[in-house]
């Protein structure tokens, strides 16, 4: 579905990408995890032909991002809220769509079906600009799908919403996988890369650093669990390969006040790979 | 075609629900053609055609003459020397200019002989409607003069006199009809209930006398002069127009590149150009039809009538493609909207400065005329002032329209070629 080969992009002197490679399935939910700056959004405008690379190749649907044909099969969620404010939900969409081609009754179905998939049907005639900030996240998702993509890039979707329209927005995510769509996702949150991600790309300064499922990542970058244990008014933390074993092994050794596994997290798998935090 | 279409009608639609926007595109050149075409004189309030008076021989007659039309309410008179109405005549700033030659006293005199008296007409051919109104007024107040002469006993006698000394010219069965026809006319205005005939009775039964004769000589108008201060202040209100739609839509284009759907339209599957073109298109209708409207206003309520329709149609078009193609470069320039809209400030204001938007080209010095035809500006204005009071034939409308369109096409692909070109 996506082939980025050893891309390389500068700007000016600023390194974006530095030898970026993926492989993103068909059907798949794709993570791009990395903190601000990594390169995340560089690789989007790569994947829709906004930026050629200075080096290296990008292959997206069988070829070239920038040709006009492949790219109405692609949808892009920006991470700014590509809207316009003073147009009503359904002329957002409607334009967009008409960008896309589409024209006469198909259009309106489709506007329809986009409005119907982010629950913004009972407001599509108010202007954007008075929507909430989750509503016109999800309007910003409606735009990027309404013309039915194969492929759906969403740039850091969730940025700035209230925790119910996340909730919302995950559930639009899950469904669209569910009808078939192949989704790159790029955040920088842990959570949403485990929740919603089938595969994930760890990024940083214009690199992978690391790529696998969420429970492979851990698996191979996380490192062990960790015991807590609260004995004698004192807490130990025990890293271990595996807590019950040695639990049994304290506890028959006297008495327990308390005790909680933290399991390992991406946020180590981060921290092992750069030597700092995500939220650095 | 579709996304063109899409596109401009988006970009009409956010500008019409920008209130703002819209009054500085449309409103704002309106109420700045209307107060500086006050401020300057607007047109006086007087419809009444403008006609100047030569009198070239001092005699009672002439001078009697002379103060009727001073004094006539249908027509605005202003009495100068011949070299002077000839002038104002040419330069377009009076319809015509009525001329009471040498003799035309002495032959006032004769109502019944000789020559009739007769009056020069000078002015611009293509001035029809004013030749037949100032013909009519003429011909009335000759009528009036004759009337009142026969009425008045001294002038009657005057002209009894002449006509009776003139009885020697013809032949003798004529010079003995004329002379007994005197007599009896004599003897039948010396009746007091005669006497006492009003002018129209009077007239009424003379008709077929020919009190005078009117000798059209036509003046080309070399260049016409506005008809009144809002012809020129609607020509700079309409500049005024242009910018506004300018700056809207340099703003327009720098925040769609800030706001991120420059690049969601990038994604789609069109190319830089169609999306630059949709918003060329956009900005070219917007400062159509805000020109359209001055002219229309203009026209209707504050008498600004265009020579040509379609060349001032012409000028409108050329000079809005001028306009979107400096549009499109100023928003090359900046990144941000206040750069941007610094920048095009910077720019359009010397351009509007010398290129005749802010002080009119007709009184500015020869250095500042020259200088301003390096301004875009100068030629949308002759542009418009050639279609609508300075009398432009389509041989002279080609250059500034020539010179609109290149400035259109160069700047427009100067800017289009800068904008693809900077990152997204």
Known sequence: ?280 | MNALLALATKDIRLLLRNRGALFFTMGWPLLVAVFFGLVFGGDSGSSRPKVALVVQEQDAATERFAQSLLSLDTLEVERVDAATAEQRVRQGKRSAAIVLPVGFGERSARAFSGDPPTIELWLDPSRKAERAMVEGMLMKLGGEAMFASINDPSARAQWLASSRADLDKLAPESRQRFGDFYDALDAMMTTPEVAGTDGDAAASTASGLTPLVVSAREITVAKRGPGNGFAVSFTQGMFWALLGALMSFVTSLVLERMQGTWNRLRSAPLSAGSILLGKALACFVVMCASLLLMSVVGAAVFGVVPHSVPMLLLAFASAAIAFTGLMMMLASLGRSVQTASGAAWAVMMPLAMVGGAMIPLFIMPPWMLQLSNLSPVKWAVIGIEGATWRGFSFAEMMTPVAILLATGVVCGGLGAWRITRQPN
């Open chain 1, 1 to 280: 579905m996506i082939r980025i080969d050893a891309a390389r992009k500068q700007f000016g002197s600023t390194v974006a990408l530095d030898g970026l490679s993926l492989d993103v399935r068909p059907g798949e939910i794709f993570g791009l995890l990395g903190p601000n700056g990594a390169g995340k959004s560089t690789t989007m405008a790569l994947l829709t032909g906004l930026q050629t690379p200075d080096a290296g190749s990008v292959t997206v649907l069988g070829g070239d991002p920038r040709d006009p044909a492949l790219r109405a099969r692609i949808g892009l969620a920006p991470q700014s809220l590509a809207l316009y404010e003073q147009l009503s939900g359904r002329e957002n969409l409607t334009f967009f769509a008409r960008m896309f081609g589409l024209r006469g009754e198909r259009l309106k179905q489709r506007v329809d079906a986009a409005l119907d998939f982010v629950q913004l049907a009972d407001r599509q005639r108010d202007h954007a600009g008075t929507y909430s900030g989750g509503m016109q996240r999800r309007l910003n998702l409606a735009a990027a799908i309404v013309h039915e993509p194969e492929l759906i890039l969403l740039d850091e979707p969730t940025a700035g919403v209230d925790p119910q329209s996340r909730h919302a927005l995950f559930e639009n995510v899950l469904a669209l996988k569910a009808a078939g769509r192949t989704i790159v996702y790029t955040t920088h949150y842990m959570e949403e890369v485990e929740r919603l991600c089938d595969r994930v790309a760890i990024v940083d300064r214009g690199r992978v650093l690391a790529v696998d499922s969420v429970a492979g990542l851990l698996r191979m970058h996380a490192g062990v669990p960790v015991l807590v244990v609260e004995r004698a008014g004192r807490s130990e933390r025990i890293e271990t390969a595996d807590p019950l074993a040695e639990l049994n092994r304290i506890a028959a050794a006297g008495p327990v006040e308390g005790f909680h596994v933290e399991r390992p997290r991406l946020e180590q798998v981060f921290l092992h790979l750069t030597g700092r935090s995500l939220r650095d």
